[in-house]
């Protein structure tokens, strides 16, 4: 390696490294590697592979699909294939803070130590719980009221209220059966995928499609029994 000298007008003179053919290769861009030493970069700037496989601990160990996997500080996600695994590329650090949800299940969240900067393989075993209704109505006022608040081209349907969306009926039935996910409209309309007609499902204003992870806590709190604002949580033994 040889140092060149610049001088510029107004700036202190500084050395600059020169990288000669031959001699010494320049530092490799980040990312190339994942997992595996990557020339010429400082080791906090290196990654390690996570594997996580994302089990049902109340159904022996059964792999859970599109479970999320968030590296909380990062804000990177990824969701479980459908044998329950995923995969995240970590920087090595003291820790990262790992979150995994599922609509239907309690969420895990731990710290994952790091510092050694291997990678390594985790199994996740989340429980069941019910989805607590605080939860759809959210989803129902972000994405749905706009259309279906009682009034409109939906008269019928009323999701303003957990009463208003549980009294809610269409042409094909009622909207919300509880413990029945197939027999709810709600359910049927967000899951269909051969709709080409442009319409449902939607974001609110007919902007963009309602996510997965919505669709699938809905579904989940349909299937649980659609627990209404004051209906008791069961006590686990």
């Not at 994405?143 to 009682?150: D, E, M, N, V």
């Not at 957990?162 to 009926?169: C, G, L, R, V």
Request: net charge positive; with cysteine.
């Amino acid at each position: 390696r040889h140092t060149r000298y610049i001088s510029v007008t107004g700036v202190q003179t500084c050395a600059l490294p020169i990288w000669s053919a031959g001699r010494l290769a320049p530092p490799a861009l980040e990312g190339a590697g994942l997992g595996a030493p990557v020339g010429g970069l400082p080791a906090t700037s290196r990654r390690a592979i996570h594997d996580f496989r994302v089990v049902d601990a109340d159904s022996e160990d059964a792999p859970i699909l599109r479970a999320r996997v968030t590296d909380v500080l990062r804000g990177e996600e990824v969701l479980t294939d459908a044998s329950g695994r995923a995969r995240l590329a970590v920087r090595p650090a003291s820790m990262f803070v790992l979150r995994v949800e599922r609509p239907g299940f309690a969420t895990h969240a731990e710290q994952v130590n790091t510092a050694d900067g291997k990678s390594a393989s985790h199994t996740i075993h989340l429980r069941r719980a019910p989805v607590p209704w605080a939860l759809v109505d959210t989803i129902f006022i972000q994405r749905c009221i706009y259309c279906h608040g009682g009034t409109g081209r939906t008269p019928g349907i009323d999701l303003t209220s957990y009463a208003k969306a549980i009294a809610s009926t269409s042409r094909g039935g009622p909207i919300v059966t509880p413990g029945d996910p197939k027999a709810s409209g709600v359910v049927r309309v967000l899951t269909d995928t051969t709709r080409v007609d442009g319409k449902l499902p939607y974001h609110a204003r007919a902007t963009q499609r309602v996510p997965q992870f919505d669709i699938d806590l809905i579904e989940a709190w349909v299937r649980d029994g659609a627990r209404g604002p004051r209906t008791p949580t069961p006590v686990r033994r």
